[in-house]
């Protein structure tokens, strides 16, 4: 049975490139955070020829022709990506059709005037070092990665990397008409351009949806009191990145502070229920070999804490291959399994959302083909608890003798 034109599309179409800017660390553009990369920078002309260079009128073009471009193929090919959540979200914006909200976004040379949406990394700079970070995320981490990693700073004049001066600015033209901001990093909570931006977007913000992607050390920047700023937008939704209570969140995500960090999310919960109805927040735990075992552990924590809803996601370090679960031994990946099988037989509070993202997690494990490693997990743990004064065996032991590195 063949295929009607709106089926094709609707298979073939994906929103983002007919309204939105993401824009990495160094400036470089792509079709969005997960898709591959151009070499098109936001720093050569003007943002109207950004959006409309000739490999976005290509890629749209390619869509509104029914086929799936080659930049894409991480949803296309390989399913894991974010297409269909981005359609349903601009569905849920603007109350239209996707296929049909693509088609009157460009003109016929598939040129766009009005740019909806953003995902910013202005730039790499933090004030934490997570272990299973770099340092094209973090500033903090440029002196450890000169010994544990060269090759990553070889091409790195000094520890900044930025999208550029004036970034900003240049956006001003198109913040009255955007709808969805997505902010992260680096930590977008201690940036200069984030608190520029925000401030740009005010007189816009009853129409504009804001997600930040932020490690939550700070609730003020300066004198800005970040929660009383972001209420002002239509909606905030606070992505909070944390890998574990206690020792284990110490450990992993060194610059974290245990004290500091729950109190500034009870202070968040507190006040998203009292003052600030249009924030919100969920954690995001970030599984690696450090804290597989921990996750449950963790779940029981915030529960005790009055901090669980329906509000943990999950992801998991693919990269570096020496962190992450997918690359290590069957034997091991085994037990990962069983553990997380048997918990969440045993825990009947847990949201079928978690459940899910588990299951992900365990389906990863599943048909990840594990990669010969650059570096050995064991040396690589040792030497970064040398250059930080910690000790791994305190947080996971099962790092000495169950991981092996391919
Ligand atoms: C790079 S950070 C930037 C935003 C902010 N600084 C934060 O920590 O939330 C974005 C997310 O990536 C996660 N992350 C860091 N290294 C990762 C890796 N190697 N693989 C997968 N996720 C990683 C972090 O835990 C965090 O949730
Ligand atoms: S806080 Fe975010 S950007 Fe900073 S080191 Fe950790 S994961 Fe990377």
Redesign the pocket.
């Given at each position: 049975m063949s295929m009607d034109r709106d089926d094709v599309l609707k298979e073939s179409i994906c929103i983002l490139p007919f309204l939105h800017l993401f824009v990495r660390t160094d400036g470089l553009v792509a079709p969005c955070c997960i898709s591959d990369g151009w070499d098109i920078s936001v720093n050569e002309g003007d943002i109207d020829d950004v959006i409309n260079h000739p490999k976005f009128l290509e890629l749209r073009k390619q869509m509104l022709n029914g086929e799936k471009p080659k930049v894409c193929d991480i949803c296309f090919k390989n399913g894991h990506g974010m297409r269909n959540d981005f359609n349903n979200l601009w569905e849920r914006i603007t109350g239209k059709n996707y296929v049909e909200l693509s088609q009157e976004l460009v003109d016929e040379n598939y040129n766009i005037s009005k740019l909806k949406s953003t995902d910013l990394r202005f730039s790499n700079l933090?004030n934490?070092?997570?272990r299973m970070?770099a340092p094209i995320?973090?500033t903090?981490?440029y002196e450890d990665a000169k010994i544990v990693y060269p090759n990553h700073v070889v091409n790195m004049d000094n520890k900044s990397i930025k999208i550029g001066d004036n970034f900003v600015q240049k956006l001003d033209k198109h913040t009255n008409n955007l709808n969805w901001v997505y902010l992260a990093?680096?930590?977008p909570l201690i940036m200069d351009e984030t608190f520029q931006y925000l401030n740009q977007l005010l007189p816009n913000a009853k129409e504009c949806e804001i997600v930040i992607n932020t490690?939550l050390s700070n609730l003020m920047y300066k004198k800005t009191d970040i929660l009383e700023l972001l209420s002002n937008f239509k909606n905030c939704h606070m992505v909070v990145?944390c890998d574990g209570y206690g020792e284990m969140g110490e450990y992993i995500?060194t610059?974290f502070s245990h004290e500091k960090f729950f109190a500034n999310v009870k202070k968040l919960r507190d006040l998203s229920k009292t003052k600030y109805h249009s924030i919100s927040f969920s954690f995001n735990f970030t599984i690696s070999i450090f804290n597989v075992f921990h996750f449950f552990d963790f779940i029981d924590y915030i529960k005790q804490e009055d901090l669980f809803f329906d509000n943990v996601m999950t992801q998991w370090v693919t990269y570096p291959y020496h962190l992450s679960v997918g690359n290590t031994s069957e034997e091991f990946k085994d037990k990962v399994r069983s553990f997380i099988t048997d918990n969440i037989a045993k825990d009947t509070t847990l949201t079928q959302k978690i459940k899910d993202d588990l299951n992900g997690f365990i389906n990863y494990l599943n048909v990840f083909e594990p990669t010969r490693t650059e570096h050995n997990t064991l040396d690589f743990v040792k030497k970064l608890d040398v250059l930080r004064n910690s000790d791994f065996r305190s947080v996971s032991p099962w790092i000495e003798n169950e991981i092996k590195s391919i």
């Open positions: 933090c934490f070092s997570c970070c995320y973090s903090n981490w990093g680096g930590e490690n990145s995500r610059g």
